[in-house]
């Protein structure tokens, strides 16, 4: 059964649907006023709800019948946030899903919202705590920035350690996981986990791949393209995943933050040189820390709650 970490208006709202109650009767459910119950929606990731509160609201969700349950999984996992000052769109039951730019590195990063997904090969749900994510891999231009502010060595596919101006929108490679994680320190970031990744490509719902569950090797870059390289990493529009991240199958595979064993990481999304059959976000690959390929590379994730905080810092007073 799944649990919420922390209570928001989002999840109060998709709990009091799941039982379709009024909010007056909801209300009187928890002990509260209705008042109350309609600004926690009203305000919803942004409210600070009370230890007492949360703890009527666990108990709510853990006495609800199976069917109850089951519906709130299903509403908690189709969330979207939004931040103050934005609306719902027309029509929709819950927010509507955002994006920002990370103020670092200056990369457009997805939200992936709290809630229960399925996952892996068993779809086993897992609850995640909101987190962003990078909507495109790390570009070659983005790694040139890195290189010029750090002195990190660059790739040795570039000649003369300059990024070729044909590749500037692919993204890199021959990077070893040390390489991608300095890149990650640099920019504010962390690499997403596998369970983050493999939320961010699949959505709650546990599809196959990024655009569903229908076998279409046309909408990513692998073996049975025929092309031969890594491609624009803005290419394939009708590949991306609910939540609006690009490149999630094929490529270039993509490191993580999840250790398989002492000096070997988890690898996601398969690659250009991957058939197919490979490049389902569920599968399990890794390597060690040293390798480094002509078809590997990475994207960053933080925590939402970190990058919330970080952009309150920088707001002007």
């Known amino acids: ?33 209705d ?14 709800i009370r230890p007492v509160n949360q703890a009527a609201l666990d108990t709510a969700l853990a006495s609800s019948s199976p069917e109850v349950h089951a519906r709130f999984v299903k509403l908690t996992s189709s969330l979207g946030s939004v931040l103050p000052g934005q609306r719902a769109e027309e029509g929709s039951a ?11 590195d200056g990369k457009k990063m997805a939200l ?63 990077v070893t996981w040390h390489d991608a994680a300095a890149y990650a320190v640099w920019a504010g970031k962390e690499l997403p986990s596998s369970q983050q990744w493999e939320k961010a490509a699949r959505g709650p719902r546990g599809d196959i791949y990024p655009w ?17 390289s890594t491609t624009p990493v803005t290419r394939y529009h ?22 398989s064993e002492p000096g070997r990481y988890e690898l996601k999304a398969g690659a250009w040189t991957s058939p197919f ?8 690959n890794d390597a060690s820390t040293e390798m480094l390929d002509d078809d590997t590379g990475f994207r960053c994730a933080v925590l939402a709650e970190d990058l919330r905080q970080l952009l309150g810092e920088l707001s002007p007073s």
Not at 277 to 284: E, H, I, L, Q, Y
């Open 94 to 104: 819950l927010p509507r899903q955002h994006q920002v730019r990370h103020p670092h």
């Open 212 to 228: 569903g569950s229908q076998q279409t090797p046309a909408k990513c870059n692998t073996r049975e393209s025929g092309i031969g």
């Open 1 to 33: 059964m799944a649990t919420v970490e922390r209570w928001t208006g989002l999840e109060v709202r998709a709990l009091r649907e799941a039982q379709r109650m009024s909010i007056e009767a909801f209300a009187a459910k928890l002990g509260v006023s």
């Open 35 to 48: 008042r109350m119950v309609s600004k926690w929606e009203a305000r919803g990731e942004t409210i600070k």
């Open 238 to 259: 009708s590949g991306v995943s609910p939540y609006g991240v690009y490149d999630m199958c094929g490529n270039a595979w993509e490191w993580t933050s999840t250790l």
């Open 112 to 174: 992936v919202d709290a809630g229960v997904y399925l996952s892996g090969a068993g779809n086993n749900p897992v609850w995640l705590p909101a987190f962003y994510i990078d909507v495109y891999p790390v570009t070659n231009s983005d790694y040139e920035r890195f290189v010029a502010a750090t002195g990190h060595a660059p790739p040795q596919h570039w000649p003369k350690g300059r990024c070729p101006e044909s590749i500037r929108d692919h993204p890199v490679v021959f």
């Open 277 to 284: 059959s490979r490049v389902t976000p569920a599968a399990f």
